[in-house]
């Protein structure tokens, strides 16, 4: 069982940055491969970015490459998800979320958080 809560969402202007952290608890944990998904109001939950449970590989929607970047730092149990040149239209609750391995935290990740807010305005 893993629990995830996050944090870091808040409001910013367009163009600007926010990090987003996602604390893993379980004891196995580290072990997981996690991601970030956001939804917009309105729109499906949608995939941002993975990383896998060594931090080895990462992967990212198209409209979130270059500008986000997922890292992880296991001795903290702790993924965050860098957020650059945020747009209007990133507006959503963004989730964090855990799986057993990469393929499996794009598509239907088991753990899932509650979600932080990140809210962008002109």
């Known amino acids: 069982q893993v629990q995830l809560v996050e944090s870091g969402g808040g409001l910013v202007q367009a163009g600007g940055s926010l990090r987003l952290s996602c604390a893993a608890s379980g004891r196995t944990a580290s072990t997981y491969a996690m991601g970030w998904f956001r939804q917009a109001p309105g729109k499906e939950r949608e995939f941002v970015a993975a990383?896998?449970?060594?931090?080895?590989?990462?992967n990212y929607d198209d409209t979130v490459k270059g500008r986000f970047t997922i890292s992880r730092d296991n001795a903290r149990n702790t993924v965050y998800l860098q957020m650059n040149s945020l747009k209007l239209e990133e507006t959503a609750v963004y989730y964090c979320a855990a799986d057993s391995n990469t393929r499996g935290v794009q598509s239907r990740p088991k753990y899932w958080g509650q979600g932080t807010q990140v809210t962008v305005s002109p």
């Open positions: 990383v896998s449970w060594n931090g080895g590989a990462t």
